[in-house]
Nanobody
């Protein structure tokens, strides 16, 4: 199995910053798009940011200008820098890729991390 492991969540005051990381658990030959989703209690999971394999990015309107997604292809890691956090950013944040090719497992589609909690206090 290929696992995506998130880290960096926590409790922060409104206006503060956090940086989330997501790393693959195996040696990766290639990863396609890498995404950050979030889900607050009672709400559907929503796409927050996406970075393609060639580095193109897009963001939801709610985080545009405050969040920055980046990736380190050499280390198969994706980051989400979150600035000027608001209480409404409180959610569990999930890393996702639509396609990954890894040593020992071949190609896998639609792979999710276990999530990391972000809580923003007012």
């Amino acid at each position: 199995q290929v696992q995506l492991v998130e880290s960096g969540g926590g409790l922060v005051q409104a206006g503060g910053s956090l940086r989330l990381s997501c790393a693959a658990s195996r040696i990766i030959f290639s990863i396609n798009n890498m995404d950050w989703y979030r889900q607050a209690p009672g709400n559907p999971r929503e796409l927050v940011a996406r970075i393609t394999r060639d580095g193109s990015t897009n963001y939801s309107d709610s985080v545009k200008g405050r969040f920055t997604v980046s990736r380190d292809n050499a280390n198969n890691t994706v980051y989400l820098q979150m600035n000027r956090l608001k209480p409404e950013d409180t959610a569990t944040y999930y890393c996702h890729t639509d396609r990954v090719q890894a040593r020992g497992v071949g190609v896998r589609y639609d792979v999710w991390g276990q999530g990391t909690q972000v809580t923003v206090s007012s």
